[in-house]
Every structure is written in structure tokens, then in C-alpha cells.
């Protein structure tokens, strides 16, 4: 029992580094984009396209990013087909899906760390030029900070202690086997549609910028299609999420009415010693 609680080490160990990859996403992905004084692009005459095409100081940064890119994705893809899972699982056991969202958080955080902005390119669109600069900044933080509210509400849903591997090596703690295996045939069925449980809030933090960019330009272009391609919801799928979203109401809805009960009954010291 002993050396099956150990394996909980390197389980939480991923869940923390996964934990710190997802503060640096929203640094990266929001944070940075939105805010003035962060790396989004100054407002500058930009050059023509024809002459910007041809620039290596513009060439070469997306050459770069295509490069990070390719490697998440090629590292996300390939490592969720059966024959990775199968090799993964032989050499980890049930810790293959704490290794798989390490890896993932690894070739993220690759990509953020060594992403090259594009300074020299074209803008698509800018607003952060007056009168426009601080409305459509303000418009767009709002409009991340409820995306990711959403984000961490679905993941919720979506039990993040399986999603990051650690209800796995829990469940072979107490000898309870796969927890993918105790859920019903609509969650599986689920799961397999979606390649991601966030689709349209991701592309919202990706394309809503004050200011895009050739580099955010290609970025979201490439995350869009790669989300698209294995988004594949149906009727079925939406009623099953809707069904699970009220029962996550009504749990929480029962517990705070459970609460309030007691209060009313002890006060609220006794209330909170309980």
C-alpha cells in the first residue's frame, strides 16, 4: 500500500506543474495581448504586405512559431492515439495519463518561453490607437476574464482530478480500478467528440485582441483548425453536458440549502465548527 501511495508523488507533481502552465497561458494568451505595457504590438505605421513577406526580421519569427506550434501539436495528437497509449501505459502503468499531461504542459510551456512576436509585420487590426485604445482594451479583458471563468467552470464539470491523472492513481490506491471504466456510455461517447471541453471559449481568448498581429494571427489559425478538426458535438452530446451542468446545480444548490439549515438551527459559530 505504501509503494502504491508514492505513486501519488509524481502525480501531484504534474498536477502542480500543469497547475503553473495554466497561469502562464493566461499571462501568454490573454494577459499580455490585452493590457497595455505587455508584448502586444505598439502603434506604428505598418509596412506593406509585399515588402513584409519578403523580410527575414518577419519570415523568420513565424518560421519559428510554426515550429512551436507543429511540436505541441504533433506532441498532443500523436501521444492520445491508441498505440501511444498503449506504449505509455506499458512503461508508467497508471500513471500514463499524468505523463501524457506533463508532456503536454512541457511542449506548451516551450512554446510560450521561446515564442518570437512579430514587431516588424503588418497589423491585421489595431485599436490601440486613440480614441479606441482604452474601450476596446477594457472590452476585450472583460471579455477574457469570462471566457476563462467559463473555462474553469467546464473543467469543473469535466472532473479535473481525472482530466489531469490524478483520480486515476487515487483509484488504484483503493483498488478501484479505471475511472474511465465506471463512466456511463453517454460520457465516453462524450469524450470522444470532443477534443477539447473549452472549444469556443479558447478561440474567443485567441481571436478578441486589440491588436493583431502576424505572429497571433498564425497562432490562432493553427489552434483553430487543430480544435476544429476534432470537435465534433452532436445533439446527444449537448443534452448529456446540459443534463450534467444541472446536476452540478443542484448539488451545490442542496449544500448551500443544507448550510443555511444549519445556521438557522446552531448559529453560525457551531455552523462553521461543523
Known sequence: ??????????????????????VELIRFASLRAVLPGGARPEA??????????RDPRVLWPLAVD???????VLQHSLMATAL?????????????????VFCSSLALQLLMRYWQPVRDGPLLWNACTEPWDTWV???????????????????????YAE??????????????????????????RLYSHLRHPVYLEFLLVL????????????????????????HALDQQDYLYLRAQLEKKFLVFSREEAAYGDLLARNGPTQGKQS
Open 137 to 159: 482594451s477594457l472590452a476585450c479583458f472583460i471579455l477574457h476574464f469570462i471566457a476563462w471563468m467559463v473555462i474553469f467552470s467546464v473543467i469543473l464539470i469535466f472532473d
Open 84 to 100: 501511444a497509449k498503449r506504449w505509455t501505459a506499458a512503461c508508467f502503468g497508471v500513471l500514463q495519463r499524468s505523463f501524457y
Open 163 to 188: 482530466l489531469m491523472g490524478v483520480k486515476q492513481v487515487y483509484y488504484h490506491c483503493l483498488g478501484m480500478g479505471d475511472p474511465l471504466a465506471l463512466k456511463s456510455v453517454r460520457a465516453v
Open 1 to 22: 500500500m505504501a509503494a502504491q501511495l508514492l505513486l501519488l508523488v509524481p502525480a501531484l507533481g504534474s498536477f502542480l506543474f500543469t497547475f503553473g502552465t495554466v
Open 44 to 53: 506604428a505605421p505598418s509596412p506593406e504586405w509585399g515588402a513584409a513577406l
Open 66 to 72: 510554426l515550429g512551436l506550434v507543429t511540436l505541441f
Open 207 to 230: 481571436w478578441v485582441v486589440p491588436c493583431l498581429s502576424l505572429d497571433r494571427l498564425l497562432l490562432a489559425s493553427l489552434f483553430t483548425a487543430y480544435l476544429s478538426c476534432g
